[in-house]
């Protein structure tokens, strides 16, 4: 493509028209079908680009930018003689930042001189400025393509053709658009819509009409023209004048283009071959690179906040739901529960599903999400690794453990720090919120108690007894036995006690358990034996008759007083009837109340030897063999001599140490 082509044989005056074109002046015309090679008169930001666009004008800058046709045009065949009809035709195209968005424009301009130095930009577009737009010494004609609104200089809209003449106060303007041939019917464009436009200019000597018509670019020229105006440009433009382009640019980023451009002296345009224009810069290459300059680093930056919440949240969600899994519990997988459907289940642990702190943990209530069961959470706080294999084991066979009398356990998970066991959960609460109620009414009756009495004593009996495995409860109490819907005991939290016993030398040994409820030899020894959950089983069985806690501090707050020695005095005295709970409103079965009060204290006989197991004891209960005869001194005796003694201070000092120690002694102060 050789771009530029100096005009046409076809007249009779081309000999001239050629030798002047080739010296200084073009009388003809010319053609530009893109500017590859075009030696045009540049100022400014003009530039040919490498794509053979001719670039008047780009970025946001307040600069301004002119394109010539090098050689002047001679507009008057004899000088002092009328200019004579012209055609121009051009492809341009205004890419802004953003359709719609107001650049500034550009214009088609006639003038004596290719130095524009001294014009403006803003709204002067690079034609005047202030001091000599109106002025008729100007001589300059332009067909102005402006896409600013200015009011200064009664601008229609900022979308509009104008012809101005010595001035940027247009001698006439419309709205950017075309007259379609058939109807007539208007059809608006926009300047600035990054697509290429073609524009005639046509001046008629004779009528001295002067005409704009502008249509997108595979259209043909549209026949009525958008401006129509009568104009003697013979007053205008001098003999020898220049042709070019002028364009500025303002605060909003935009390019200005000129595609192809033909200019035809006494005739009609010369046409532009449209498919033969270079392309214009693609979006998503240098222009819409320009846009990416301030898109990008917002998308950017939008993106860099999405991805870092959305790295934030998969941390914060890994963390919140984070659980501990070793290799070793896969087989104990059906029993696992996720994390994260206990912390829905309970609503996040929310204060308000708190059922209770107690033993070892809080406790939750709340209602897993697939199966809506209920169940009790107890999140259990456990540091140390030691033991936790052997633990959840034990768990997990707990786990299996069916007995009407022991609350069931379902699973467990586990987390940094933090043992979580789910259990089954219990309508209606703990037996200790019966016995001792506040406001004294509708105390248990003897009957119920004693139901509860041989229910807990089974399900002790089935974990010392009818289990594969001996299992030792370690924390029997009345807090830990639990109501179901038919108000049926059951025995819970078995088994977590030996969590913290487990594996650690006897010199730390804690003491585990409640105080109140600590055979004494669990206190020496800190083993735990099934004697010494009958030694709990048997303060348990004094607690529900009487309705009295284990360890009471005595109202003079001279000490603590304990239930069992107070039953042991009682009992000396001959008033055993009286320590009956009073809030027991039935009446009771004096021959029942007897018979476990003894038993009671025969269960908690510090030597442990003494105590019967859990067979003897349901057999007892069960009126199948006799208690054996026993006097209240021979308890005394060795309840004296280890409770009240140096046996009982050391049951203190160890439980304290436990406290101080592990903190799991939890619910230490009056036996709840
Ligand atoms: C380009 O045009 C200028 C001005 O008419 C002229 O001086 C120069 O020699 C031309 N250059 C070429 C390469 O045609
Ligand atoms: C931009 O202009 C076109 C028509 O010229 C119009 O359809 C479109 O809604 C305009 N967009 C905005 C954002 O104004
Ligand atoms: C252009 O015009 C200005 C005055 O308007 C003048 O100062 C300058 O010298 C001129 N430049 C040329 C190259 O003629
Ligand atoms: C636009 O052109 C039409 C026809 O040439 C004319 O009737 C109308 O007044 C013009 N509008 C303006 C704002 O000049
Ligand atoms: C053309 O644009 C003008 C000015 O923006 C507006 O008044 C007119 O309604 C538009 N006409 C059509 C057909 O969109
Ligand atoms: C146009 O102006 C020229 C010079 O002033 C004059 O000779 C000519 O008669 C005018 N043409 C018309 C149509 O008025
Ligand atoms: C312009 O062209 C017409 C024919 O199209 C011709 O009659 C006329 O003489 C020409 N004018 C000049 C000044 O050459």
């Not at 459907?341 to 929310?350: C, E, H, R, V, Y």
């Not at 000490?559 to 009837?577: A, C, I, N, Q």
Request: proline share 4%; hydrophobic share 40%.
């Amino acid at each position: 493509m050789k771009p530029q082509t100096v005009v046409l044989l076809l007249l009779p005056s081309l000999f001239l028209g050629l030798s002047k074109a080739t010296s200084t002046i073009d009388d003809a015309g010319f053609i530009y079908t893109g500017f590859g090679g075009a030696n045009l008169t540049l100022d400014g930001m003009a530039t040919i680009t490498s794509s053979s666009l001719l670039q008047l004008s780009s970025g946001t800058a307040e600069r301004k930018g002119h394109a010539f046709h090098p050689n002047p045009l001679r507009f008057r065949k004899a000088s002092g003689g009328r200019v004579q009809s012209f055609s121009i035709t051009f492809v341009f195209a205004i890419l802004s930042i953003a359709p719609n968005l107001s650049s500034h424009g550009m214009a088609f301009l006639i003038c004596p001189s290719t130095n524009l130095t001294s014009t403006g930009t803003r709204g002067f577009l690079g034609l005047f400025n202030r001091q000599s737009s109106g002025n008729p010494s100007n001589h300059i004609f332009a067909v102005e393509l402006d896409t600013i609104q200015n009011t200064e200089f009664q601008d229609i809209n900022d979308n509009h053709i104008g012809v101005d003449v010595n001035s940027i106060h247009s001698v006439q303007s419309n709205y950017t658009g075309y007259y379609d041939d058939n109807q007539g019917n208007f059809y608006n464009m926009t300047l600035n819509s990054h697509e290429p436009m073609q524009v005639w200019v046509d001046y008629d000597e004779v009528a001295t009409h002067v005409s704009v018509t502008i249509a997108p670019l595979k259209m043909p020229k549209p026949i009525r023209p958008l401006i129509l105006t009568t104009f003697n440009l013979s007053t205008v433009i001098t003999d020898l004048a220049y042709v070019g382009f002028s364009s500025t640019t303002g605060s909003i980023d935009s390019e200005h283009y000129v595609l192809g451009w033909s200019f035809a002296m006494n005739r009609s345009t010369l046409g532009i071959d449209v498919d033969k224009l270079p392309k214009l810069p693609r979006e998503g290459s240098k222009n819409s690179s320009k846009v990416l300059e301030i898109v990008l680093p917002i998308a950017t930056a939008i993106l860099v906040l999405v991805v870092g919440f959305a790295i934030l949240q998969f941390f914060w969600r890994r963390f919140k739901y984070a659980e501990l899994r070793e290799d070793w519990e896969v087989e104990f997988g059906p029993h696992r529960f996720s994390y994260k459907d206990l912390f829905s289940a309970t609503q996040g642990f929310k204060d308000k599903n708190l059922l209770g702190v107690g033993g070892f943990g809080s406790v939750y209530k709340g209602v897993l999400p697939t199966s809506k069961l209920e169940v009790a959470v107890k999140k259990v706080s456990h540091e140390s690794r030691q033991g936790i294999k052997e633990f959840i084991a034990e768990v997990v066979s707990i786990g299996r453990l069916r007995h009407r009398n022991l609350v069931p356990l379902l699973g467990y998970c586990r987390r940094r720090g933090e043992l979580i066991l789910v259990y089954e959960y219990m309508s209606n609460g703990s037996l200790d919120k019966y016995l001792y109620r506040q406001d004294g009414k509708s105390s248990l009756s003897w009957v119920h108690r004693f139901h509860i009495i041989k229910g807990i004593a089974l399900g002790v009996l089935y974990l010392h007894e009818e289990w594969d495995q001996i299992v030792i409860h370690r924390d029997i109490k009345a807090s830990n036995v639990l109501l179901d819907t038919d108000m049926n005991a059951r025995l819970g939290d078995f088994g977590l006690a030996k969590l913290y016993d487990h594996g650690i030398d006897p010199q730390t040994t804690h003491v585990v358990g409640t105080m109140g409820y600590l055979a004494p030899e669990l206190a020496r020894t800190g083993k735990a034996s099934p004697l010494t959950d009958v030694f709990a089983f048997g303060v348990f069985l004094l607690e529900v008759t009487c309705g009295r806690r284990p360890v009471e501090h005595s109202r003079q707050g001279s000490g603590v007083s304990m239930l069992v020695d107070w039953v042991l005095e009682k009992w000396h005295k001959g008033l055993l009837r009286k320590v009956v709970d009073p809030r027991i409103q039935d009446g009771f079965d004096a021959h029942q109340t007897t018979l476990v009060l003894k038993l009671g204290l025969l269960c908690s006989h510090p030597v442990a030897d003494a105590r019967p197991t859990m067979r003897q004891v349901m057999q007892y209960l069960d009126g199948d063999m006799k208690l054996p005869e026993q006097m209240p001194e021979s308890l005394t005796l060795g309840m004296q001599f280890l409770t009240r003694s140096e046996g009982f201070d050391y049951i203190m000092s160890q439980a304290s140490t436990a406290v101080s120690d592990a903190g799991t002694l939890t619910g230490l102060s009056g036996g709840r």
